[in-house]
């Protein structure tokens, strides 16, 4: 029973890995997309004195698109931002303790992100059913819910990655680095 478990989760993870990496791959598109919009932006003032009116928008628009599309891969390859000076010092000595510590901080960050995604889902039900948009009506406007929808998607899946990490805490589990310091099992 036990090895069914981890070969469904083993599975359930090789498929999230591609989902969190495919995410990355289009966050990378829209950051060189934004750059196109800004520079084409830059040009229009300069050269024609006529800015691209909406700028401002499409910049705000895309930062949260390409945070939120490249998080599942930066927490399936272990670089989310976090202090873990201490958990490599522990390694070195309790190299269990620290495992157990680890294991312990992403089922927390799982919980976390759950409650982001369960806390987004009606905001973007709310934001789908009203076509609430943002923006200068008549110079330009965008949807909020592909924002919202992509929030939600991230955080599902970050919290299913975690989920992983807790289960499977090995460097297999989620193609991380869990434990690896410049060739060492810690």
């Known amino acids: 029973m036990t090895n069914l478990l981890l070969s469904g989760a083993s599975r359930i993870s090789k498929i999230a890995n591609a989902i969190a ?15 196109i919009v800004v520079n084409f932006d830059v040009v229009a003032r300069g050269v ?8 401002v928008e499409v910049v705000q628009f895309s930062m949260v698109l390409i945070v939120f599309l490249q998080l599942p891969d930066v927490v399936r390859v272990n670089r989310l931002t976090r202090s873990d000076g201490f958990l490599v010092v522990l390694g070195n000595r309790r190299p269990r303790i620290a495992r157990a510590i680890g294991i ?16 987004i889902w009606p905001e ?11 923006g200068i009506p008549g110079v330009f406007t965008a949807p909020w819910w592909p924002i919202k929808l992509t929030i939600f998607l991230s955080a599902v899946l970050c919290t299913l990655l975690f989920i992983l990490k807790v289960l499977l805490p090995s ?3 989620v193609g991380g680095s869990r434990g690896k310091k410049e060739g060492k099992d810690t």
């Not at 024609?48 to 700028?55: D, I, K, T, V, Y």
Request: aromatic share 16%; no cysteine; glycine share 10%.
């Open 21 to 35: 990496t495919g995410a990355n791959v289009v966050g990378t598109l829209v950051v060189l997309a934004l750059v």
């Open 48 to 55: 024609f004195s006529a800015p691209f009116l909406g700028a």
């Open 104 to 119: 312990f901080v992403d089922g927390v960050a799982a919980l976390f992100l759950g409650v982001i995604a369960y806390a």
């Open 124 to 134: 973007f039900l709310e934001m789908f059913e009203t076509k609430d948009y943002f």
């Open 171 to 173: 460097e297999k589990a």
